[in-house]
């Protein structure tokens, strides 16, 4: 979530398996008020979780939906911490924040700043701001490239 859809850990910690919606049209993950359709593998790797999480509810549905959280601990009705989950993306080799902004940029090269604010859940400005990051960024990129 933090390196494809720019989300923080923060949020991608507090993700429970209510937030997961899978139907004959494929797995969605509802992080704001659109759904997001997960692409394979991702899709499949979402389904796993909440198959995990189903199996351990009982120790794991502690939480303000009652809900399993995606992300738990060893510690019953708690969700894995943001830093936590920071330092298991940095010890594979993926520091957050910076796949986080590139994932933001990405996408909005891909889509208008309102649909990002819808999918997303990022305030208006914010989702101009990197629409504007990612405009002059992909201009850079154009004029490095001319001969």
Known sequence: MVLIYGQTP????????????????G???????????????????????????????HAVNSN????P??????????????????TRLRNIGLPSEAGRCAALLDLC?????????RLLGISPM???RWSAGAVRMAYAAEVARRP
């Open 10 to 25: 923060a949020r991608t910690c507090r993700l429970t398996t209510d937030h997961v919606l899978h139907d004959e049209d």
């Open 27 to 57: 797995v969605a993950l509802r992080i704001n008020k659109t759904p997001l359709r997960l692409p394979p593998p991702l899709d499949a790797l979402v389904l796993q979780l909440v198959d995990i999480a189903h199996s351990h509810e």
């Open 64 to 67: 303000e939906t009652n809900a």
């Open 69 to 86: 959280w995606l992300f738990p601990t060893q510690r019953p009705g708690r969700a894995l911490t943001s830093s936590r989950l920071a």
């Open 109 to 117: 090269t891909q889509m208008p700043p309102a649909v990002l604010q």
């Open 126 to 128: 914010a989702a101009e």
